[in-house]
């Protein structure tokens, strides 16, 4: 994704000083927030393992918390949450290490803790979520944190993890069944005359080796997702997925009043324009008469900040999964836009407001800066969060399962 922020210093070092104390605080084990995890039991971030644990268990708990979303391992604690206790007699810090080392491709750093209670002594592991995913046992096995347990990747789950490390994109990926016959020639030629290329009168074996030369055709003829979702006549009879699911509730909860529905399907530029439409079609200004003028009375947002939030969901958002469609709810006290897929290994959550770059989509990237819906720049998202902060709105970034939510206060 693409994003970026000249953030007040202020603001920054705030920021900073909160990432640094949360750091310390997950680095630091005692007594009494290790007794607070064993309390809590297995779950998604918590693992027990007895001290008569296998390197190769160990690792494949390592692996799938560092796929997954970090995690924490408790050696010297049975399933049911008995404390056993782990030997004097070995260093565990030193074993662990060479686990993390050895015993994962790629090797991983983890914090390693020695916790005494009731005289017996917990070895604690700090796994982080991965930078580097996806990672594997020695073995070739890739594997993922799915409630307390941990189990093999399935295809689609391990492609969406190669793609977060940006070593493959699915935008150019060919769409089966289709070809030029797919793709609508005028938009074509008005795409290409700004490049100074006549599109139209090209034959056709030209016209091939030109869209493959531009990533609209893969080599085998068909269309790409990036080229369908761009120039595609009817993008969304080859890709379910793609389309926004709109909803205007009156009320703050779901279950409330459902005043609109509708379903924006499309070329992406059609999906953007069509949804700030309607978005600022359900948006009231309320106003009153002062002197000649009529002034609103509650701060509306300009059309740019909703152009950005549709436009980076619609080009950021995870293409392989493909059971899910963005979605736009409008309450009456926030706007929602929630996009497929998990933020790149490279973006957290708490360098949104502070700049970074990373494209899930560059194909789909290039096509939208070139029509001028988007720059290269980073200036995105933060200029929501921004346009926002300054008018007293509070906006949420937040990963949600497979998913990314921004929620905005309007």
């Not at 296998?54 to 995690?71: C, K, P, Q």
């Not at 008995?82 to 993390?100: F, H, P």
């Not at 947002?301 to 980076?312: A, G, H, S």
Request: some cysteine; glycine content about 6%; aromatic content about 10%.
């Amino acid at each position: 994704m693409l994003f970026g922020l000249h953030a007040d210093r202020d603001d920054f070092l705030a920021r900073l000083e909160d990432i640094l104390k949360e750091k310390a605080h997950k680095m630091s084990f005692n007594k009494t927030n290790t007794l607070e995890l064993i309390h809590q039991g297995e779950n998604t971030s918590v693992e027990f393992k007895t001290k008569e644990s296998r390197a190769e268990s160990l690792a494949r708990e390592i692996v799938a918390f560092a796929n997954t979303d970090g995690g924490t391992l408790l050696i010297g604690v049975a399933d049911d949450g008995t404390i056993q206790g782990i030997s004097d007699r070995k260093n565990y810090e030193e074993w662990i290490a060479n686990i993390a080392r050895n015993n994962l491709i790629p090797s991983i750093c983890t914090d390693f803790s020695l916790v005494t209670i009731a005289d017996k002594k917990i070895a604690v592991i700090l796994v982080p979520k991965g930078k580097d995913k996806p990672y594997q046992t020695k073995d070739g096995k890739y594997y993922i944190r799915v409630g307390s347990t941990n189990r093999i990747t399935t295809q689609a789950e391990l492609l969406r993890l190669f793609q977060m490390t940006g070593f493959f994109h699915y935008d150019l990926t060919p769409v089966f069944g289709t070809g030029l016959k797919d793709l609508n020639f005028p938009k074509l030629d008005d795409y290409f005359k700004r490049y100074n290329l006549d599109f139209s009168m090209e034959n056709e074996d030209q016209k091939t080796i030109l869209l493959q030369n531009t990533d609209i055709l893969a080599v085998n003829g068909e269309a790409t997702i990036a080229g369908l979702l761009i120039f595609g006549i009817n993008p969304s009879r080859h890709l379910y997925q793609n389309g926004i699911s709109f909803a205007y509730i009156r009320g703050n909860t779901l279950d409330e009043e459902l005043i609109d529905k509708q379903n924006i399907d499309g070329n992406l530029d059609y999906q953007i324009d069509t949804g700030v439409a309607v978005l600022k079609n359900h948006l009231a200004v309320p106003s009153r008469i002062v002197g000649a003028k009529r002034v609103a009375t509650k701060y509306i947002y300009p059309d740019k900040v909703f152009r950005e939030l549709i436009t980076n969901a619609v080009v950021h958002r995870n293409y392989s999964i493909s059971g899910s469609k963005i979605r736009i709810f409008l309450f009456d006290d926030r706007l929602e836009v929630i996009s497929p897929g998990r933020l790149p290994n490279t973006v957290t959550i708490e360098k949104l407001r502070f700049g970074v770059s990373f494209a899930t989509n560059p194909v789909l990237v290039k096509f939208m800066e070139n029509l001028r819906y988007i720059d290269q720049l980073g200036r995105g998202l933060p200029m929501v969060y921004q346009e926002a902060t300054k008018n007293g709105k509070k906006v949420k970034f937040e990963e949600i399962g497979e998913e990314f939510r921004v929620s905005m206060e309007i």
